[in-house]
Every structure is written in structure tokens, then in C-alpha cells.
């Protein structure tokens, strides 16, 4: 049973950086299709980045060339570099894990996500002020 939880969330001034952590526990997540969505007020959630089984990586058009998703097997660890940040970036952003579409094509911005094989994180505030 995994288990997730963010931490980096904060405030910035725009075009300032931050870096997001998403531990996860109970099972090693490195065989798994790893997201980081966000969601701002009264707006639905985002989909930013994805990162599969192989470390291919996938980004939402908005944070392209921004933003940089990664993970650290040896720590069960997933990351968000995020730089250049605007106030459009605030929101609650929250990491996923799935265990059902490990890869390419179906692990990527917009591919598949099987509800009853992901678990979520909580999630950890950013503002961009």
C-alpha cells in the first residue's frame, strides 16, 4: 500500500524557483507512472508533468521549459524543479502514482490513468505572488 506526501510548497514572487518533494512509503514506486498535478481556485485540476518507468518525461504546454519532474529510486522519491514561476502557477500541487500504465504512450501529460491503480498525495501550496 503506498503512500504519498509532498513537501517544498510555499510562497515566491514570480519569477522566482521552487522545488517540490513527493516521498512516497510502503512500496517502491520506480516501476510506476509518476505524475505532479496542480489545482488552482475554482479551476479544475492540471495535469503538469509525468514521468514513466524508463525516466521519459512529459510536460503540460503551460510549464514546458519551466518546470522539471525527476525521481530518485534509491530514496522513493519524486521531485518538481520549478523555475521562472508566474502567478498563474499558484495552486495545490499534488503527486500520483500509477501502477497500471508504467509507460510510453500511456504514461505522459493527457495519456491514461487507471483511478483503481493510483493513489494521490495530499498536496502542498504554492502561490506565486
Known amino acids: 500500500h503506498v503512500q504519498l506526501v509532498e513537501s517544498g510548497g510555499g510562497s515566491v514572487q514570480a519569477g522566482g524557483s521552487l522545488r517540490l518533494s513527493c516521498v512516497a512509503s510502503?512500496?517502491?514506486?520506480?516501476?510506476?507512472?509518476l505524475h505532479w498535478f496542480r489545482q488552482a481556485p475554482g479551476k479544475e485540476r492540471e495535469e503538469v508533468a509525468t514521468i514513466d518507468a524508463n525516466d521519459d518525461s512529459t510536460y503540460a504546454d503551460s510549464v514546458k521549459g519551466r518546470f522539471t519532474i525527476s525521481k530518485a529510486d534509491a530514496q522513493n522519491t519524486l521531485y518538481l524543479q520549478m523555475t521562472s514561476l508566474k502567478p498563474e502557477d499558484t495552486g495545490v500541487y499534488s503527486c500520483?502514482?500509477?501502477?497500471?500504465?508504467?509507460?510510453?504512450?500511456?504514461?505522459?501529460?493527457?495519456?491514461?490513468?487507471?483511478?483503481?491503480?493510483?493513489?494521490w498525495g495530499r498536496g502542498t501550496q504554492v502561490t506565486v505572488s
Open positions: 510502503g512500496r517502491r514506486v520506480a516501476s510506476y507512472c
Open positions: 500520483a502514482a500509477d501502477s497500471d500504465n508504467p509507460f510510453s504512450p500511456w504514461c505522459k501529460v493527457g495519456g491514461t490513468i487507471t483511478p483503481s491503480a493510483t493513489v
